[in-house]
């Protein structure tokens, strides 16, 4: 049986007796059970529409975030420059706006370029030059900090003040921001890309076993490159629409790291256990932001939300070990030992 074959097993992929298992549904009924126990503790503030839209819309764009890790993740790297890449991306496109007297729609297409190039130069790093994605990718967020500074002039840039770039994501459908519409093709367009097509099959068979998997004929690094492309380019689209969504900032991107990779490891526990997928991951955004926004009506803390994601993330990180030890463990250590480049000639 080939490499490809037992992925496709291993991953879900064969047939499989579905259940409502605690052990795949567990953050939906938290989620349920958050719901219930603020909606009792704090009547007036948490069970209202005027919640729901807004943890919705304050989701969308860590959602995205969380997404563009997740793409790599399955293919067993690490992209740590996500946050960054979305801070240039979005600071770059304010720039060309307000400096530069560009159309939203150019300044758009700049940003997420951009993106595009953030991710050709972390490939040509990880599989050329054999440095693991993990060091690769967290330089390269060192880098594009340092890049802000100088495209921003190391100032805050004042929003645009153009009505069609607020538009563009604060243009309400049926009650929410459109920013959250975005988020679901979003991830309906990875969930087809990592499920149904050979892409997928290929991106989880290297995250599995990349040795097998090259021996199986799967060119590993042409898909480390798509993998780490994917992610710059989602994440430089997420920055954009931060940007247009709450106003330009110079620290938005590292506030959103931790969030998507702890929703990334917890979704990998969810719905498909073992293996990092859109809708689980999707699910562990809004468990989270549920749990943070009730205990923040409840206590009026300013530090729940960094509290709980880290939490969060070593939680989920420890259940997705202890469901599939050897899965998860061989990914991580693939991630944190040398790259695809090496492990391929």
């Given amino acids: 049986m080939s490499v490809l074959n037992q992925s496709a097993i291993a991953t879900g992929s064969g047939a499989r007796k579905f259940s ?11 989620w349920a059970l958050f719901i219930a126990v603020f909606s009792i503790w704090t009547p007036s503030e948490f069970p209202t529409t005027a919640t729901l839209h807004s943890v919705a819309a304050q989701q969308a764009v860590t959602g995205m975030i969380a997404l563009a890790v997740l793409v790599p993740l399955a293919a067993g790297l690490y992209d740590l420059s996500v946050g960054a890449t979305a801070n240039v991306a979005g600071i770059l496109s304010v720039v060309l706006m307000n400096n530069h007297h560009w159309a939203v729609g150019p300044a758009i297409v700049a940003g997420v370029a951009v993106g595009v190039a953030i991710g050709a130069v972390n490939a040509l790093v990880v599989v050329k030059l054999g440095v693991n994605s993990f060091i690769a990718t967290l330089g ?6 340092a890049v802000e500074v100088i495209v921003s002039s190391n100032s805050q840039p004042i929003p645009p003040s153009s009505v069609v770039w607020s538009n563009v994501t604060q243009t309400t459908v049926f009650g929410f921001q459109i920013v959250v519409l975005y988020l679901v093709i979003l991830a309906v367009v990875l969930w087809w890309l990592l499920a149904h097509t050979p892409v997928g099959r290929y991106l989880y068979a290297i995250g599995g ?6 021996l199986s004929g799967v060119r590993i690094n042409r ?3 798509v993998a780490l492309l994917i992610s710059s380019t989602v994440a430089a689209l997420a920055g954009v629409l931060f940007s247009s969504l709450n106003g330009p900032s110079l620290d938005f991107g590292s ?16 719905l498909l256990p073992g293996r990092f997928n859109v809708w689980g991951t999707l699910l562990a955004i809004y468990v989270l932001a549920t749990g943070v926004q009730g205990l923040e009506l409840v206590s009026g803390a300013s530090w729940l939300n960094d509290m709980f994601n880290g939490c969060a993330l070593i939680i989920a990180v420890s259940l997705s070990i202890q469901r599939t030890p050897s899965g998860l463990i061989g990914r991580i250590k693939a991630a944190l ?3 695809p480049a090496n492990r391929q000639k």
């Fill in 255 to 270: 506030t959103l790291l931790l969030p998507a990779f702890a929703a990334a490891f917890l979704g990998s526990t969810q």
């Fill in 337 to 339: 030992g040398r790259g």
């Fill in 20 to 30: 409502f298992g605690f052990d795949r549904f567990s953050g939906l009924y938290l």
């Fill in 140 to 145: 390269m967020g060192s880098i594009l900090a």
């Fill in 209 to 214: 076993n990349a040795e097998a998997a090259r």
């Fill in 223 to 225: 898909y480390t490159t």
